[in-house]
């Protein structure tokens, strides 16, 4: 018989969202009410897709019915939505050659660390997104688990005390750093400086930086970069992944890009880029054209308008859960600038908050544990929901308190 991958036996049990899956349905069946379960859970969108980006899709599907409209595979994507990410996002600065259209940010994750191998060494924030670590343990980048964390991992603890921005200083030399910011799960969005501090640390230790910039659109603070690329120096040393997942509600439509620079080099000084070309040109045939319609939609003006509409609203529930948060004294980061809020349980245990939270107040939460080590003793309040059920919510809050 064939043997089992070693690297899948090394992930831990229980991805993070399946357990809690499971300890929900073992509550609703053990405390049968009348009073609905709301989940803060998880970070998946809720709102409709707005009326101009939805035409934009259909417009997509019915071209394909038509010989003048069909068209096949595109491996790197539609010029003119290349064309057009770069304009929008990049002030031009890249050429669409650079800019690679896919089917989601998760998707670009896990096909940069087949690019980048076993070989390499893995940093992440901590806590983190978990497939930054998850993916890194599958293609063998990252060993076994050793009690609180993966052999061959660093991990950067992100806590109040360093205002959720990492030491850089263990950063090992030509290693791989997964930064995301907006953070997942942290709700954090680093300054200019900061960023700055990150491709100069990256530049002299010889490290590619994977910049996660998915929740860029949720940033309403002007003097904070929504890009690693408005930072000098990154076109040596960084990739950024997207997506129009959050900001347009494209979770289940599926539309990303990463943007890979024609100046990222190896320690050899072959291209990063035409290596990332041959791989998804291996591995990945090109994202939907009708979803590339969308997304085309989506970037024109009131597209543009519809995504801030959109991103305003999460904002707006965030800042209700903020509110009653505050209200019962808990405090948190986060939720200003990104759909994450991260609530402060001093000295408890992250499952133990979550469970007293889905019992007094039959809410779904995310404990921070879940997303690493430094997550501890943190509760994630995510601010995807309908507003009446996040209204709800923030009024069932108030039963925490005693
Ligand atoms: C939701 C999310 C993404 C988006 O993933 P898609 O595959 O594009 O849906 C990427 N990074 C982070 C941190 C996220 O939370």
């Known amino acids: 018989m064939i043997v089992r991958n070693p690297n899948i036996a090394n992930l831990k049990a229980g991805y993070l969202f399946p357990e809690i899956s499971r300890r929900c349905r073992e509550f609703a069946a053990t405390h049968p009410s009348a009073v609905r379960i709301i989940s803060l859970g998880i970070g998946d969108t809720t709102e409709p897709i707005s009326l101009h980006i939805c035409d934009g899709l259909i ?16 491996d790197e994507g539609l010029l003119e939505l290349r064309e057009k990410i770069s304009e929008v996002f990049y002030e031009s600065k890249f050429g669409a050659d650079e800019i690679f259209i896919s089917d989601g940010a998760k ?70 750093i997964y930064f995301c910011s907006p953070n997942n799960p942290t709700g954090a969005v680093s300054t200019r400086e900061q960023l700055l501090k990150l491709v100069k640390t990256a530049l002299g230790k010889g490290c590619i930086i994977i910049f996660d910039a998915a929740y860029s659109e949720f940033i309403r603070d002007t003097s904070l970069p929504k890009s690693i690329f408005e930072i000098e120096g990154a076109e040596q ?57 969308g997304a085309l939609a989506a970037l ?95 009024m069932r809050l108030r039963d925490l308190r005693n």
């Open 59 to 74: 417009n997509g599907a019915r071209r394909l019915g038509s010989i003048g409209g069909y068209s096949g595979y595109q």
């Open 300 to 394: 024109d003006p009131d597209g543009l308008k519809e995504m801030r509409r959109l991103t305003d609203f999460y904002l707006g529930n965030a800042y209700r859960i903020k509110n009653a948060l505050q209200n019962i004294g808990v405090s948190s980061v986060g939720g200003g600038d990104s759909p994450y809020i991260w609530a402060q349980f001093p000295g408890r245990d992250s499952w133990d908050v979550f469970t007293e939270i889905l019992e007094k107040c039959r809410i779904v939460t995310t404990p921070g544990v879940g997303f690493g080590p430094s997550g501890q003793s943190f509760i994630r309040f995510s601010s995807f929901g309908r507003r009446a059920d996040v209204e709800e919510a923030c």
């Open 237 to 293: 040393c960084a990739i950024e992944i997207q997506s129009f997942s959050k900001p347009a509600g494209f979770t289940g439509v599926r539309l990303g890009w990463s943007v890979v620079p024609k100046t990222l080099k190896y320690a050899e000084g072959e291209s990063i880029n035409a290596d990332w070309a041959r791989l998804c040109g291996t591995i990945f045939n090109g994202a939907s054209n009708i979803a590339q319609a």
């Open 107 to 176: 998707c670009d994750i896990g096909r940069l660390q087949m690019l980048f191998g076993a070989g390499i060494e893995a940093v992440v924030q901590d806590p983190s997104y978990p497939v930054y670590v998850d993916g890194s343990v599958l293609t063998g980048a990252a060993g076994a688990w050793q009690g609180n964390g993966y052999h061959g991992v660093s991990y950067l603890p992100c806590i109040a005390e360093n205002d959720y921005f990492p030491d850089l200083s263990p950063i090992p030399e030509n290693s791989l």
